[in-house]
């Protein structure tokens, strides 16, 4: 077992460190150790034992020298492998990436380690972060920590595993269409998607430029906040990062100060901390593709909330349904332009014969990409060229405002935060949708919407299902523009008041 897992939170952890009770060394090599006991999970891509305990010594050093504890002090992290890292390789579970060691650190990477957090390695995902069940690994499929068969949910997979199964006490993620919140539903365990401009993208490996924001897994809400706050923050770097949110600088500490707020509106209101909050419950949320048991779940879920005093208003997503081929034409046709830079001539796999300069490319990619990877490009140059991009591409861009809308009428007129499902079931056998790719496709249909739109938006366990009932359920709360803050706080509201994401797997 890890030694972290003794602490029920970041906070406490900082504070045993403070106080000399455990070192950040200590802490790193337990949880190398576990890292090591779990490897039949295939979470972790890269280990690197050296380079993790010598961030480890840097934060013992710092303490040793009488100095405060930086806020993610020796707290064990991992990233998720499309991040770029100067020690580790970052592969982003292609073949194509395979060697590939970068010369510089993402901005999410430098922050959480400049903030204290020691990395204790690389996570495993989807290839270049496409697919819903972590199948599309190059490096095999992830394990979920609860059902060892069953997938552990996509493209963060590894991440949301390594959480789940206690070897890591928090993990970086990506979301394009639900990469974070869907396996931390699928793994029982907290994760947050914020505003798309947030969190600095310089670094990460680019799937689909105008969707691709970064998150962190957590087991609960607060350590969620531990980490999104100092990860947020406007990076020069990035041509897409929001200097201001809502007239609020683009800072960390601009997400605890929302967090601290609400809190304080909470405690106020007494017996009815929610008092006056407005839930809005989609109706296309809860359609005939939703499992029984995942909409048990969530409905009791719904009303615990009524009973800390929100009021739950009936609402309508009219395009939900729509999301689904909307985003599989924009983020297919942005894969396809981010992608064309792997030619094998700068960096990358390259094919070991070929004729000419042409045939050099094209063997490359076909040998280094896999076949969803493959498919995705297909679709999106289809979708951009020349007689079809007015047919699909534009009229998905007409339709992506069209979400956009409808989620802006929402908040303006009827609800304060919009609550649903993360999923339409559990998780599936591992293999289960092998020869269907757009089963995996369909089960989207929750978490596309959001990202379309560029909304905050997280999932808190909630429950279990399945056949055995062994399996995490996952509660959706999508918040207006840069209200993470206060999404947070409410999750914290209901985690206060449920155990839900205290419960550990076995051998966790
Ligand atoms: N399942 C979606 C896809 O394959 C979303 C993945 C993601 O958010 N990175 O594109």
């Known amino acids: 077992m890890s030694l972290h897992q003794e602490f029920d939170s970041i906070a406490s952890l900082r504070k045993a460190l403070e106080a000399r009770k455990i070192s950040a060394r200590e802490l790193a090599d337990s949880a190398l150790s576990a890292i090591q006991a779990r490897t039949d999970l295939n979470a972790f891509l890269h280990v690197d034992p050296a380079l993790t305990q010598a961030q480890a010594d840097v934060v013992d050093r710092l303490l040793a020298q009488d100095q405060a504890a930086p806020a993610l002090a020796g707290v064990p992290i991992g990233h998720k492998d499309v991040f770029v890292t100067q020690g580790w390789r970052t592969t982003a579970s292609s073949k ?70 206690g070897l890591i006490m928090a993990a970086t993620g990506t979301d394009t269409g639900g990469s974070v919140r869907q396996p931390a539903a699928l793994c029982g365990v907290s994760g947050i998607k914020p505003t798309y401009g947030t969190v600095s993208r310089y670094g990460m490996i680019a799937y689909g430029s105008s969707l691709d924001q ?15 706050d ?56 809860f359609g005939a593709g939703l499992a029984p048991d995942v909409a048990a779940a969530v409905e009791t879920a719904l009303r615990q909330f009524e009973a800390l005093g929100a009021q739950r208003v009936e609402i309508s997503l009219p395009r939900t ?36 300069i042409q045939q050099m490319t094209s063997r490359s990619r076909t040998e280094g990409f896999g076949p969803e990877v493959l498919r995705r490009i297909m679709v999106g140059t289809y979708v951009l060229s020349h007689g079809y991009y007015d047919a699909y591409y534009l009229q998905a861009q007409r339709v992506r405002r069209l979400i956009v809308n409808d989620f802006q009428q929402a908040f303006s007129q009827h609800c304060d935060v919009i609550m649903g499902p993360v999923t339409p079931s559990v998780a599936k056998q591992i293999g289960e949708n092998r020869d269907d790719p757009v089963a995996d496709w369909l089960s989207d249909i929750y978490t596309l919407g959001v ?51 205290q419960r550990k797997p076995e051998h966790a």
């Open 96 to 165: 194509m990436l395979g060697q590939y060691v970068s010369p510089f650190d993402a901005t999410v990477v430098s922050r959480l380690q400049n903030a204290g957090a020691v990395c204790l390695g690389k996570l495993n995902c989807d290839e270049f972060a496409m697919g819903s069940g972590n199948e599309n690994s190059a490096f095999g499929p992830v394990r979920n920590p609860w059902d060892t068969n069953a997938v552990p949910g996509g493209s963060s997979g590894g991440s949301a595993a390594a959480v789940a199964a």
């Open 214 to 228: 970064a998150g962190p897994i957590a087991r609960h809400a607060r350590d969620l906040l531990e980490l999104l």
């Open 230 to 285: 100092p990860m947020s923050g406007f990076d020069p770097r990035d041509a897409t990062s929001l200097e201001t949110c809502d007239e609020q600088a683009n800072e960390p500490g601009r997400i605890r100060a929302q967090f601290d707020a609400a809190v304080q509106v909470q405690q106020a209101a007494g017996s009815q901390p929610l008092k006056g909050l407005r839930i809005g419950v989609p109706a296309e949320f």
């Open 321 to 356: 349904e729509l999301s689904i081929p909307t985003y599989y034409v924009i983020a297919p046709a942005e894969a396809s332009s981010n992608l064309s830079r792997y030619d094998g001539v700068r960096y990358g796999h390259r094919a070991a014969e070929y004729g000419d």
């Open 451 to 501: 990202s379309l739109a560029g909304l905050p938006a997280m999932s808190i366990p909630c429950g279990f299902g399945g056949a055995r009932g062994n399996l995490p359920i996952g509660l959706q709360l999508i918040g207006n523009y840069f209200s993470e803050g206060s999404l947070l706080a409410l999750a914290d509201q209901f985690q206060q008041h449920t155990d839900w994401h």
